[in-house]
């Protein structure tokens, strides 16, 4: 194909003309399953380069490995016309998915990219998730068939809550395929091999538009020479077996790739969207990074993939927790620098240097406005939903993947564990998503849905958890930090001690906690018998048996009702109306929660408040106890 191209070069422009880098004027370039191996790869790159209208690419199925991959990846990335790129099933590998991230930060133009089956890994996967998040074009990424392993599906997972662009100029036929409007097409027919699908250079806008009708090319004397000439495939000179499709103004549209319906609608949505079948969500991966135990110093080498994912992974954390400035004395190569953490300012990472900074966060509760987003959920639901097509395991790990970037509302896991029927997998659904609900107080919704038996066994899989509910902490705790769920339960209980030292603050109650100055509410702490200061902003140990008396402040805040403000007028007629909205949606155990949240920002209510929203609750109404601990 570039032969061809430099033969055009030269018929056209004469001998004199440099050859080595010609201009071609390709818009459609299918060259897939033709296994050009490293050095076609090398080749194509060069073809990508040097040709600035493309905007179509099937490359797949021809085995560019290794450094071919990794320059037609950067060539691809740095286009600035692509929008439909193929390289399923060639060994991209590291090196390759690293470059295409890296460049893709910066496109503008690419709208689908398929890296199916290209050894995509975790680490990989988390810098194309870094690379997807800073772009504004991509609306539809295929990685399916590629071991991304846990912390792969968790980044890639977490980008659709931020992603919202507009919707794509890119339309689906009644088949499926995704195309683009052109007033005429060339492709392979019958089973010829793909040729070099060119236009002449006099036809082509400087803008790299496609030409209207009226200046369509009349299919006359070719540079490439008679055996070499470009098929146009028009109304008039259409082949007897040729079905063309296309609108009142009959330009045809071009049938680029193999896309099924449900990825088309992907394409048509305003939410960039992956495909994550068949991606092995459940393994560990080389990551090896714990998101849920971030605090502490981080020396980074931003030149090592590993280490560029996992500066992009804790920057993906401050921002989430929104809880100030968790990154402290960040410098690269020891020079000083603020970096942002603001979503709507994706912080670029450089492609060298060595990070040092200091993760600090205060963990507090979720409340119930932290919940999954509505369209997630349902794209969540969509994904799991029962298929022969799709096996079980695949299904349960895509809820895994997610579960430790969503919180959920406790009718949310209801939905989810319903649409599975091994019991071992509704275990594990519940295990996983337990930790993360916001409203404990109404767990029956979904522990009522479960026999006795997977009840024993969620029991035994949680432990204390099972038994735990914030709004109850004050016990004492004996804990292996090196289980996973005594660990998760430290961590509850260090995010409700920070609420409740907040909360004290904000009474000023006084500290009765001397002896543990690091926190009011957790006190005597040993790991391992030893003594330790336990703090709200402190890393909480991996291994060892931590022991502590956790010392609830919850008797003493009635006593300070006269120190709390009282709702205003306004403020109570604005909380009453969103309450009503909730209730008419017929949504009681969700106005409940709110309520309960908003009630612990140590604001004050007057008995006629309290009497209008009890009203409100349609029957039944909260039992008397459950209003009285909210009150």
Not at 218 to 246: E, I
Not at 358 to 364: A, E, I, L, N
Not at 600 to 624: D, E, Y
């Amino acid at each position: 194909a570039l032969q061809a191209a430099r033969q055009m070069q030269i018929s056209t422009h004469g001998a004199a003309t440099p050859v080595s880098s010609p201009k071609l004027y390709i818009r459609y370039f299918d060259i897939s399953r033709n296994h050009i191996g490293t050095q076609g790869g090398k080749l194509l790159a060069e073809i990508v380069t040097n040709s600035p209208y493309l905007l179509q690419l099937n490359a797949s199925w021809n085995k560019i490995r290794l450094d071919g991959a990794q320059r037609l990846c950067e060539a691809i990335a740095q286009h600035a016309s692509l929008q439909f790129v193929d390289l399923s099933w060639n060994g991209l590998g590291r090196d390759g998915i690293v470059a295409m991230s890296d460049g893709l930060i910066g496109n503008t133009s690419i709208q689908y990219i398929n890296l199916s089956n290209c050894r995509l890994d975790d680490i990989g996967a988390c810098l194309l998730a870094y690379s997807c998040r800073r772009n504004k074009s991509l609306r539809f990424v295929q990685v399916q068939g590629n071991v991304i392993g846990v912390a792969g599906g968790r980044a890639l997972l977490r980008i659709q809550r931020f992603k919202k662009l507009k919707s794509t100029q890119a339309r689906c036929k009644p088949d499926g395929f995704p195309f683009q409007q052109a007033s005429f097409i060339q492709r392979p027919l019958g089973s010829q091999p793909p040729k070099l699908l060119v236009d002449r250079p006099g036809q082509v806008s400087p803008s790299g538009r496609t030409p209207t009708r009226r200046s369509r090319p009349s299919p006359g004397p070719s540079p490439l020479g008679s055996d070499q000439r470009s098929s146009f495939l028009t109304p008039k000179n259409a082949t007897k077996g040729s079905k063309l499709r296309g609108d009142n103004n009959n330009v045809l549209p071009l049938a680029v790739m193999d896309l099924p319906i449900e990825e088309c609608n992907g394409l048509l949505s305003e939410e960039l969207r992956f495909g994550l079948n068949h991606c092995a969500l459940d393994v560990p991966g080389e990551m090896q990074f714990d998101p849920s135990n971030p605090n502490g110093i981080w020396r980074l080498d931003l030149a090592v993939p590993r280490d560029k994912a996992v500066a992009s992974e804790l920057w993906e954390i401050a921002v989430r927790e929104k809880s100030g400035e968790n990154w402290k004395g960040e410098a690269i190569d020891g020079r000083g620098l603020d970096i942002p953490e603001d979503e709507d300012r994706p912080w670029i990472i450089p492609p060298k240097g060595i990070l040092t900074v200091k993760y600090t966060s205060v963990p507090k509760p979720p409340a119930p406005e932290n919940a999954i987003q509505s369209s997630v959920l349902n794209n969540l639901k969509g994904m799991v939903e029962k298929n022969k097509a799709v096996k079980d395991n695949h299904r349960l790990g895509l809820v895994l993947a997610t579960a430790p970037e969503e919180y959920f509302m406790a009718a949310h896991v209801r939905d989810l564990v319903e649409k599975f029927d091994d019991r071992s997998h509704r275990v594990q659904l519940l295990a996983s998503m337990f930790t993360r609900v916001v409203d404990l107080a109404n767990t029956d919704a979904f522990l009522n849905t479960i026999s006795e038996m997977e009840r024993k066994l969620l029991a035994s899989e949680l432990g204390p958890l099972f038994h735990f509910h914030p709004s109850f902490p004050a016990n004492r705790y004996t804990l292996d930090m090196s289980t996973k769920y005594d660990f998760i339960l430290a961590k509850k209980l260090q995010e409700a001690a920070n609420d409740e030292n907040d909360m004290a603050k904000t009474l000023g109650l006084p500290d009765t906690g001397r002896l543990q100055r690091g926190s009011r509410c957790i006190r005597n702490a040993t790991l391992d018998g030893a003594k330790l200061l336990f703090s709200g902003s402190m890393s909480l140990p991996t291994q060892g048996l931590m022991s502590f008396t956790y010392v609830s402040l919850a008797p003493y805040l009635p006593t300070c009702a006269s120190k709390m403000k009282p709702f205003s007028d306004g403020e109570f007629e604005e909380f009453r109306f969103a309450l009503s909205d909730i209730l008419q949606s017929k949504k009681p155990d969700e106005a409940l929660t709110v309520l309960k949240s908003r009630l612990s920002t140590g604001k004050a209510l007057n008995c006629n408040q309290i009497i209008s929203l009890c009203n409100m609750w349609p029957s039944p109404r909260p039992a008397f106890a459950d209003i009285h601990k909210i009150f």
